[in-house]
């Protein structure tokens, strides 16, 4: 089976940087995905990561290790549309995608 | 415009009464999963289909069904509905469940069983 792990609920101030963490247990590894989801609406793809290490797009970057089974999702300079639930997604040996709980977080001015 | 459609959007229903909640994607994707989002529980796998007529249970599967007898559409089906199944449900496809494919989900089908 797989088990993931992601802080329940985060705030921060607007402008500021947040990092939500991400820890995995799992059989195989074929790749782990951020999603973001505000309230009521459908989850919407951010970030991909199979190989280790940073990948950067915009004020959002994603960081993989997967020796440690560890990966964050760092935002840069928040907005206030940045409040929703941010969801780690990860793939196993079976390639079917299994989903942590989702950390809320709240962006405040 | 390519996304994942789901019907109906919103519904009340009773106990026992079967209903389906239907699932159509027009970007020719191969793989389709449908999802329940409960409150501090996160989504759940229903169900999964790799392509026509491949279907298999996911983490919580119990008390539905899917078919996929077209690649666009994947139907879940609740025969006996029950107070439990009361949830937010979601149906999501990709091209494929590998690489770096990923979900496009459908905008919710918000399910209350009395």
């Known amino acids: 089976g797989q088990n993931i792990d992601q802080p329940t609920e985060m705030t921060a101030t607007e402008g500021a940087i947040v990092q939500i963490n991400c820890t995995y247990q799992?059989?195989?590894?074929?790749?782990l995905f951020w999603y973001q989801q505000h309230a009521g609406e459908a989850p919407t793809f951010l970030s991909y990561?199979?190989?280790?290490g940073l990948e950067e797009k915009g004020r959002f970057s994603s960081f993989l290790s997967r020796s440690k089974g560890y990966s964050y999702l760092l935002l840069k300079e928040l907005q206030m549309k940045d409040s929703a639930s941010y969801l780690c997604?990860?793939?196993?040996?079976?390639?079917?995608?299994?989903f942590g709980r989702g950390t809320s977080l709240i962006v405040h001015p | 415009e390519a996304q994942v459609t789901q019907n109906p959007r919103y519904l009340i229903t009773v106990t026992g009464k079967k209903l389906t909640v239907t699932c159509s994607q027009n970007?020719?994707?191969?793989?389709m999963s449908w999802y329940r989002q409960d409150p501090g529980l996160g989504l759940r796998q229903i169900y999964y289909?790799?392509?026509?007529?491949?279907?298999d249970k996911g983490d919580v599967p119990e008390g539905y069904k899917v078919s996929r007898k077209e690649k666009r559409n994947f139907p879940l089906i609740l025969e006996s509905p029950s107070p439990n199944q009361t949830s937010l449900y979601f149906c999501?496809?990709?091209?494929?469940?590998?690489?770096?494919?990923?979900?496009?989900f459908g905008a919710g089908s918000r399910l209350t069983v009395l």
């Open positions: 970007m020719n994707h191969e793989y």
């Open positions: 799992t059989s195989g590894f074929n790749g």
């Open positions: 289909s790799m392509n026509v007529e491949v279907t």
């Open positions: 999501a496809s990709s091209w494929s469940s590998s690489g770096a494919n990923v979900l496009t």
């Open positions: 990561n199979v190989l280790d």
């Open positions: 997604a990860v793939r196993g040996g079976s390639y079917i995608p299994t």
